[in-house]
């Protein structure tokens, strides 16, 4: 059995579907669970492939079987089976006596760091100005650290980079800096992570004025630049660029409840703005770090780290990935133009103390990033690591200060 650890499996999946469909093995409560899954996070599932002889009596018109998978050409199609491994053993001979190829046309995603109601364990919630809420422990944020009401608190925002709570055990960056904390010495700290798969910087924006401001935390830090340059151009959910407040999952999920309704009311996504995405990216860092001066809170942004850029040494296996995305009208916009985004904000923001260059933290690494955007737990110990030298200078620093 090919067993998964700490490869962002779900990614993976997520990247398959922008050049192939998604089928899913089984028709269970694990299968529908994962569909699901995929749907609130972009990925809709054309087929679920059964071993049964009479799949026909199922009512779902997807559902075929195993022979069924002859009407598919070779690579037009990617299988994900997310049974264990006494159902699995199953699927793989089925598909393999197919002619099919696992890791390549299909993969199994539970591995020894799975446990069976994972999946269950991802409740999509409709957040009403944001899109998609991914539940995590209090109201859209994981919770790491202490309970103490004395804590030194801090939140962590961003987009699926951030992310603490992903379908395959990878400790997120917040996770590992909390560990920084407690292991040299800091335990009573705790790291409210607020990171959501699909955020955009307009969306940490409302987030940190929306809740986390309320809170009142000591430190703020955000860790963004990618998803303003991969949602700034195209047609995903036919919104294109200059609508920086049409979060397109929610727009899915809004256009799905137009089409239902009697009215049929049309949606209104706001004025477009002549703004760039350099532009708004930016001005929403400044927005942001306005309103914490404000309220006593420290708020620090960094520019996160992307492919194409700098000198990070891509290998053969993700260099095959990332042909097939550039495929992709959307994807290979955002390769051609993360190195006009990055100069530009860098250039732009050479004087504002509060927004770090992290782009070049990977350069000479290989192996960490695991599809065109993600990266796995090693490249997440990194962003940690970083970030806390760079926290620990800052409150070295303001003792200093202090003292004098």
């Given amino acids: 059995m090919h067993v998964i650890r700490n490869t962002g499996i779900i990614q993976r999946i997520l990247a398959e579907s922008s050049t192939k469909k998604i089928g899913i093995c089984g028709y269970d409560r694990a299968a529908l669970s994962l569909e699901k899954l995929l749907h609130n996070m972009g990925a809709d599932v054309s087929i679920f492939v059964v ?30 089976e997310p049974h264990f491994a006494r159902v699995y053993v199953k699927y793989k001979h089925a598909l393999r006596d197919m002619g099919l190829t696992e890791w390549e046309d299909y993969v199994h995603i539970f591995s020894s760091t799975i446990h069976e ?38 939140v962590t925002l961003g987009g699926s980079n951030t992310y603490a709570d992903w379908l395959v055990y990878a ?27 699909g955020f955009g910087s307009t969306q940490e924006l409302m987030k940190f004025l929306r809740d986390v401001v309320p809170m009142k935390p000591d430190l703020v830090l955000c860790y963004s630049g990618l998803n303003d340059v991969v949602d700034s151009h195209g047609d995903f959910c036919n919104t294109g660029s200059g609508y920086p407040f049409a979060f397109p999952r929610l727009l899915q999920r809004l256009e799905r409840f137009a089409e239902d309704a009697e009215s049929r009311l049309p ?7 002549e703004q760039s ?42 260099a095959v990935k990332l042909e097939e995305l550039k495929k992709n009208d959307r994807f290979r916009y955002a390769f051609e133009h993360r ?46 690591d970083r970030i806390f030298d760079f926290i620990k200078q800052k409150l070295t620093g303001s003792r200093q200060n202090g003292s004098d």
Avoid at 177 to 196: M, P, S, T, W
Avoid at 284 to 313: G, S
Avoid at 340 to 353: G, I, S
Avoid at 358 to 374: A, E, M, V
């Fill in 277 to 318: 995405v350099e532009d708004i990216w930016i001005l929403n860092q400044k927005i942001m770090h306005f309103v914490a001066q404000e309220m006593e809170i420290e708020f620090y942004t960094f520019l996160q780290p992307m492919l194409y850029y700098r000198n990070y040494r891509i290998d053969p296996e993700l």
């Fill in 117 to 154: 109601d994972l999946i269950i364990k991802h409740p999509d919630w409709l957040d009403v100005n944001l899109g998609v809420l991914w539940k995590q422990d209090q109201d859209g944020f994981r919770i790491f650290g202490s309970d103490r009401e004395d804590a030194y608190t801090i």
């Fill in 339 to 384: 190195e006009a985004f990055c100069n530009t904000v860098k250039e732009r923001t050479a004087e504002l103390d509060y927004i770090i260059d992290f782009t070049g933290i990977y350069d000479g690494y290989s192996k960490l990033f695991i599809d065109g955007s993600h990266v796995n737990e090693w490249g997440n110990q990194i962003i940690a």
């Fill in 51 to 80: 071993l049964e002889d009479d799949y026909e009596d199922y009512e779902d018109e997807r559902v075929i079987g195993v022979e069924g998978l002859k009407d598919w050409a070779k690579g037009s199609l990617f299988l994900i």
């Fill in 171 to 197: 400790k997120s960056w917040s996770e590992l800096l909390y560990e920084k904390f407690r292991d040299n010495g800091r335990e009573n700290v705790k790291i409210l992570c607020g990171g959501a798969p």
């Fill in 267 to 273: 949606l209104y996504i706001g004025r477009k703005s």
